[in-house]
């Protein structure tokens, strides 16, 4: 699943953090076509009046991610199919207000792969609310990011062993190439976990 790679919110990132998670996720969606895996992308998007936005976007005036602007585009060098879901979310977490995890559970999914930004925001709620949902989410530290890095390094570490696993990329790759499910294994320093 790959949250809010668009645009606009890409460009408040350094562009070599674009550059790697761009080039990250990728590996990922190539990995996991070859294996014929679902691929679900998501992505926030709003009315120009912003009479769907959040309390924060209305109460400042905060205009992004506007429909049928360029800045809601998903980034270019992203290879996204036509045979990929996509949903449109209007808060914070992919599940709230959306047919995510009716579609979710009509696939038999009961493993997440999370991918995107911002980690402290988007992927955060993302992953507590697939976890309340009863789905083991995985992280990989090279396909996630955030404008800010030290409260993404507290999420991270928040959510590793309680709500998912932070892993590393290449971790997800061999998963997936091996059609291997991870199990849930408490990992308190955030360093990735070596055994599945």
């Given at each position: 699943m790959i949250i809010d790679l668009q645009n606009d919110f890409l460009a408040s990132l350094e562009t070599s953090v674009v550059t790697s998670l761009v080039a990250n996720t990728n590996?990922?969606?190539r990995t996991f076509r070859a294996k014929t895996l679902p691929i679900v992308w998501i992505r926030q998007e709003f009315r120009a009046d912003l009479s769907d936005a959040f309390l924060e976007m209305r109460d400042k005036n905060i205009s992004g991610v506007i429909e049928g602007t360029e800045g809601a585009q998903i980034h270019p060098d992203l290879e996204v199919s036509e045979s990929d879901v996509t949903f449109i979310k209007k808060r914070y977490s992919a599940f709230f207000g959306t047919t995510l995890?009716?579609?979710?559970?009509?696939?038999?999914?009961?493993?997440?792969v999370l991918c995107g930004i911002n980690t402290h925001a988007c992927i955060r709620t993302a992953a507590i609310d697939a976890y309340q949902r009863d789905y083991r989410v995985l992280l990989p530290?090279?396909?996630i990011g955030s404008y800010d890095?030290?409260?993404?390094?507290?999420?991270?570490r928040y959510l590793d062993g309680k709500i998912g696993r932070v892993v590393g990329v290449e971790d997800v790759v061999e998963m997936a190439r091996q059609e291997r499910r991870p199990t849930h294994v408490q990992n308190e320093d955030c360093d990735g976990v070596e055994e599945f």
């Open positions: 590996r990922l969606v995890d009716q579609h979710l559970q009509e696939q038999n999914i009961d493993h997440l530290r090279e396909c890095d030290e409260h993404a390094r507290v999420t991270l």
